[in-house]
């Protein structure tokens, strides 16, 4: 179908980015199509990232739970075996289910789906050649950009997706493998160095860095995940950076260093996941053909509307700027989206929580201890430990804690932080307070189901203006 008539909207990427500004523009009547060139809807999250990353979590950790933590449940097992082709068979399974979900929201909302890369040929024309072969060319009056990331590289390793791999090759590995090192303890090293760690390999994360967790997680509670993946039998070289690494032999080896320079070792491993970040792609786009501008990281460059130089093309999720998270990149869909359509749009980026799927998971949301310090903002703090609550008691699962930060004078919370069991569901609640201005006040005054873990959240909003009842 060439030269089709013109569309209202052109959307190249169908990640979370794509897909939900696609789905929400066929809600908003708008006449869209979406270029995705995956073969799959859904993006890195649902194909290669969130999703099968959750999914090999949490089985790893029922795994692991049912190997060391049933007998002083009262429950005796036998033999426990894992089944690792299962495993990863019950992964696709959910991967799979979701990105068909996302086939059948397209067609409920009217959204045409291209399957094909997608190049800028003009302004308002892009190119695209379909997976199937072949060429067609769409029209829009406007055009977004959602074209993702992907790994960033380590110089001199290059990945095989078998023993150099990056987060995709952890998420598929065929056995256990003896030793992996990790480079680097962002979420994606802890998460899937949680993964195999669970299953039986010997992981090893080395971070340059003192501090494990990545950018954005409390100095305090990044030091207790430390303590707490190292019990779980997890090492760690912090502050060591990784100087060199050959994949010729045997093993793979690397050369490490000690960040602040001086000793230095050599690190072998069955598997090497190189976990340093992502990078914007947008290789191939063809942005030079319209003139549109990258930052020295990558990162399209955009206007707080999200438009480029050229305003009808926009740019949102991974391949411009902000937290590469999903829910970010599905919050400046809607918000993209409505501009588009209303003229108005509007993503509040002080508030976009961040979760680590360990066990225990950590949360977060707001300002950290480190950030007021450094802009010297004044502040109180309240905190109360799960080993104080009843339901975590009950549940014999009790490290951890949550830590609210607020300000002094008005009592308005400022950020919150917590690592403990349901981390990542109970940081909606602060979420929803530092959204609409809640003081500590506000939440411990609310009344919380009991015997509940959401009432450490309550007891921590005591203890920031008053005293914890429990502890
Ligand atoms: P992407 O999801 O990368 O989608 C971009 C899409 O564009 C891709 O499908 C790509 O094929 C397509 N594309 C690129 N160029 C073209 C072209 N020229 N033509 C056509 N199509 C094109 N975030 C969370 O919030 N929670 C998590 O738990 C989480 N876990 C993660 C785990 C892992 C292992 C990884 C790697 C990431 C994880 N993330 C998580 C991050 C999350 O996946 C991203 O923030 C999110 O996918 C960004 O969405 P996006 O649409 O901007 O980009
Ligand atoms: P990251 O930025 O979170 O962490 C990278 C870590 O690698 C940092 O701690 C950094 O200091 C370290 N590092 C960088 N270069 C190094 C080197 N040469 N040697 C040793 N250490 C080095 O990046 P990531 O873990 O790769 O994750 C990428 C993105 O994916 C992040 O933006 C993250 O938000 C997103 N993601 C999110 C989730 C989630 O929300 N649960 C899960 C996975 C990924």
Redesign the pocket.
Known sequence: ASQAEEKDLVIIGGGVAGYVAAIKAGQEGLKVTCIEKRGMLGGTCLNV??IP??SLLNNSHLYHQILHDTKNRGIEVGDVKLNLQAMMKAKDTSVTGLTKGIEFLFKKNGVEYIKGTGAFASEHEVKVALNDGGETSVIGKNILIATG?E??P?PGLEFDEKRVVT?TGALSLEKVPEKMIV??????????GSVWSRLGAKVTV????D?????GMDNEIAKQTLKLLKKQGMEFKLG???VSGDNSGETVKLE?DS?KGGKSETLDADVVL?????RPYTAGLGLENVGLEVDERGRVVIDSEYRTKASHIRCIG?CTFG????HKAEEEAVAAVEYIKKGYGHVNYGVIP????THPEVAWVGQSEQDLKKDNIPYKIGTFPFSANSRAKTNLDTEGMVKMIADPETDRLLGCHIIGPNA?EMIAEATLALEYGASTEDIARTCHAHPTLAEAFKEAAMATYSKAIHY
Not at 183 to 192: D, S, T
Not at 206 to 209: C, G
Not at 274 to 278: F, Y
């Open positions: 990232g969130c990353s959750k990331s790994s960033t380590f987060s480079i680097g303890g962002g979420i994606i090293g802890l998460e899937m080395v971070e340059f860095l501090q494990i967790g990545g950018p060591t950076k990784v490490v960040a190189v976990a340093i970040g992502r991974d937290p590469m998270l999903a961040s979760v680590m799927y990542g």
